[in-house]
């Protein structure tokens, strides 16, 4: 006799056992026939499947967050069934929720063409309308094994024999396909409705290993309404225009090429961007009390090991021998190099906090599939820092940086911030009891900070939890940028130490931090931010003088000097070509003021200034206009607030 305690706190009893199906209906018709799974003690559980104890249940319907990865691991079974009706011949493999959407991988001779893709998702719709049952079925391993062999599915076999022999097996059947699954599952195929697209067809081995088959992985997105899916669409066009890898070589900021395989070719335009970012950070890390230092890009292979990193990243670390056969490693990181600061002389408690600041470039050896841009390479530079500071310092240094965090980001343009909080992972340096100093004072900081988290479980540093910061662009996508962690553990691995008030030696904590990431990435993220069309103080070219007529050159080069003089970035444009070419040129490579000048504007001492995405112009004094330009174009930190 089942107790049953709704999410209101209500309680209904059953006399035996009872599906979530029927406590939907027992509620009412409007939530039996919205309702997609069931919540039962926390775990997601199909409608149909029987409650036999007492249980804490939560329906959820399309409205719910979870109804999203429900309908997209739908989708993925839809899409499967779909590929089998139409291409019997293929195998089957596996096909998760992912985000954004879904895929599946298939095992097939023949190359999937874009019209393959455009029937399969024909045939999916036809099976929503269908409206098939979901059924979820119980097996043993052996009889599970025994039904892939008999349909001649090897990956599937290889998946179940994999599967302990004393386990049951789940598989959920819609029409005549049947697949291995954990489920849940929605009640039927037409619950999902035609909020989905086909996307691409990309190769992936099987089980990620490169000596296994090649496989065709499908993907595709799928939205719980044809408004989300519009505008998923509408977004990913935006995105196409606004890539970072296309717009940087129409700019001329920079290219990437094979022979430097994840590594930047700056070229003069993309460095001005690069450092104008770079001496913004400095300027706002001076006055927030950092001390900046640099420190060696190969460093013996010892300190890697007594700080743990070999362990963890030594896959993924540049090495070399010297002639005294030493393993040396490019640093994938800075913090061991800045513990060797901090250990050089005695520290005193007077000396905390200590706020030690670098622009680190450090190497890893990304996967060569896993580069993107200059979004994800294997050269980059962090905006790295580390803040040695006693425990009952931690509250306050960390307040301090979110706060510098969230005015670097508003001076970027970013207002609309999240922040995830990540505790320990299942590998980590440090017992227990270190771990729940370092999870409640980063607790502790959040909530002195005001700010609202979100759990990331597991994702913590190997030495410590952290928090992620995640800032929203322009078109709605999020990217991971800033980090926050408290280390108790490599101070103590690395024997970092002060005097304390005490007399006695102790340990500092370490706060390691970062804004911006990498300088690479977030040049990346601004590009696409802006479209390419920077803000004025970030330009690489900020004015451009175009002369109207030949006889204006001499005016032209007059008043693009005068602009020089002020610190603006000006070029001139003396070609002999309409005015309106050079305007319209000028503007597809993003500049974000044009002056031209002709005659009547050299015996004026005027300039036309036409300003980035405008059609008018106005005349004015030429001085006073590049006094004008000039304050647009400051930082925001040297601007008057």
């Not at 027992?26 to 409608?47: N, R, S, T």
């Amino acid at each position: 006799m089942p107790n049953i305690t709704l999410p209101d706190g209500s309680v209904r009893s059953y006399d035996g056992p009872v599906t979530a199906a029927t406590i939907a209906s027992d509620i009412g018709p409007g939530l039996a026939k919205a309702a997609l799974i069931a919540v039962v003690d926390g775990d997601e559980w199909d409608l149909s499947r029987p409650i036999e104890t007492d249980a804490a249940v939560a329906l959820v319907t399309a409205k719910d967050e979870a109804a999203l990865a429900l309908l997209r691991h739908d989708c993925a079974h839809v899409m499967a069934e779909a590929v089998l009706e139409l291409f019997p011949e293929t195998k089957v493999t596996i096909g998760p929720a992912i985000e954004n959407g879904f895929y599946y991988d298939f095992h097939r001779t023949v190359a999937f063409s874009e019209d393959d893709l455009a029937a399969i998702e024909k045939r999916m719709h036809e099976i929503v309308d269908r409206d098939e049952a979901i059924v979820r079925r119980v097996w043993s391993r052996d009889e599970a094994v025994a039904f892939y062999q008999k349909n001649d599915e090897p990956f599937k076999v290889e998946l179940v024999e994999a599967i302990p022999a004393d386990e049951t097996v789940t598989f959920y059947q819609q029409g005549n396909f049947i697949d291995l699954c954990r489920g849940p599952h929605a009640p039927s195929t037409g619950k999902i409705g035609h909020a989905f697209k086909l996307m691409k067809v990309a190769g992936a081995y099987w089980r990620g290993d490169s000596n296994r088959p090649m496989l065709q992985r499908i993907y595709g997105t799928a939205w719980t309404s044809e408004k989300d899916l519009t505008a998923y669409l509408t977004m990913l066009e935006e995105a196409e225009k606004r890539d970072h890898r296309k717009l940087g070589k129409q700019l001329g900021l920079f290219h990437l090429q094979e022979e430097a395989a994840g590594s930047v070719f700056w070229h003069a335009k993309g460095w001005i961007l690069y450092r104008e970012i770079e001496a913004y950070v400095r300027r706002r890390l001076d006055a927030a009390g950092y001390s900046e230092v640099k420190t060696p890009q190969l460093v013996d292979r010892s300190l890697w090991e007594a700080s743990g990193h070999w362990e963890k990243f030594g896959e993924n670390m540049f090495t070399a021998q010297s002639e005294d056969e030493r393993t040396l490693a490019l640093k994938p990181m800075n913090c061991p190099c800045h513990v060797q600061i901090f250990r050089q002389g005695i520290k005193s408690y007077r000396d905390l906090p200590l706020r030690m600041a670098e622009f680190g470039s450090c190497h890893r050896n990304e996967p060569s599939g896993a580069l993107h841009g200059i979004m994800r390479v294997r050269a980059f530079t962090q905006d790295d820092a580390h803040i040695f500071c006693t425990e009952n310092q931690i509250t306050e240094e960390s307040v301090k940086f979110c706060a510098l965090l969230q005015s670097i980001y508003a001076d970027f343009g970013f207002h609309d911030v999240r922040v995830k909080f990540s505790d320990r992972p299942e590998v980590r340096a440090g017992d227990d009891a270190t771990w729940d100093r370092a999870e409640a004072a980063l607790t502790n900081a959040t909530h002195a900070a005001g700010l609202d988290t979100v759990l990331n479980p597991g994702e913590g540093a190997f030495y410590g939890p952290k928090l992620e910061f995640v800032l929203r662009d322009a078109i709605g996508r999020d990217w991971q940028c800033g980090t926050l962690q408290v280390d108790f553990v490599l101070p103590e691995r690395l024997d970092a130490e002060y005097v304390g008030e005490d007399g006695n030696r102790h340990r500092p904590v370490m706060l390691h931090r970062a804004i911006l990431g990498s300088m690479e990435r977030w040049i990346g993220i601004l590009i696409e931010q802006y479209a390419g069309r920077m803000p004025a103080w970030l330009a690489p070219v900020q004015i451009v003088v175009a002369s109207i007529t030949d006889s204006a050159n001499a005016y032209a080069r007059e008043v693009a000097a005068a602009a020089a003089a002020a610190g603006l970035r000006v070029e001139t444009d003396l070609r002999n070509e309409k005015i309106s070419y050079k305007v319209r040129e000028h503007s597809v490579i993003k500049v974000p003021f044009i002056l031209a000048v002709g005659g009547r504007e050299a015996e004026a001492g005027t300039v036309a200034l036409r300003r980035l995405g405008s059609n008018d112009q106005q005349v004015l004094d030429a001085h006073e206009t590049i006094s004008m330009l000039r304050d647009e174009s400051l930082a925001p930190d040297m601007q008057s607030r």
